[in-house]
């Protein structure tokens, strides 16, 4: 297909039609919110690390003295799994952090409908105090408002 794209329309054809989409998509939406992964580049955060699997918090949870509502199969739930909470956030042009919303949450256990709103708040708070000022995503070159995922893991403080 390339072949006869290039016997066609010349060298630069499909370069100039990337370019021109993206050029068109600008245009269209340079003040919205859009998805960090229709970006050239997406949001970065420098100063701490986030790994593949987002970010671990340690915490004393605020339920702690209600320990046994946090077993499963007789074992202390931190031993069976992690709760998490996996939240979406618009980075702004100047890379600060804003609009959080839930994406997903929790292992699927009874504890969700307790905690949720809790371990939301927790990882809120997290992102708003350690994770707040970012790289923000491009469009070439241009600086672009993006939604981001980050999973927030929370794991017993030591």
Known sequence: MDKKLHEKFGNNFKTGLHLKADSLFLANHVNDTINYWDCDKEPKFDKRRIGPDGIDVEVNLPIEEKREEWTSNGKPMFAVHRPFVDIQFAIDKTGSVSSFKRSDS????????????????????????NYSNWNPAEIRGVKVNAFYVLRVKFKKAQ
Not at 106 to 128: C, H, M, R, S, T
Request: hydrophobic share 35%; no cysteine; aromatic share 12%.
């Open 106 to 129: 929790f292992p699927q256990q009874k504890e969700k409908g307790i905690y949720d709103e809790q371990l939301f708040n927790l990882a809120v708070q997290e992102i708003k105090t």
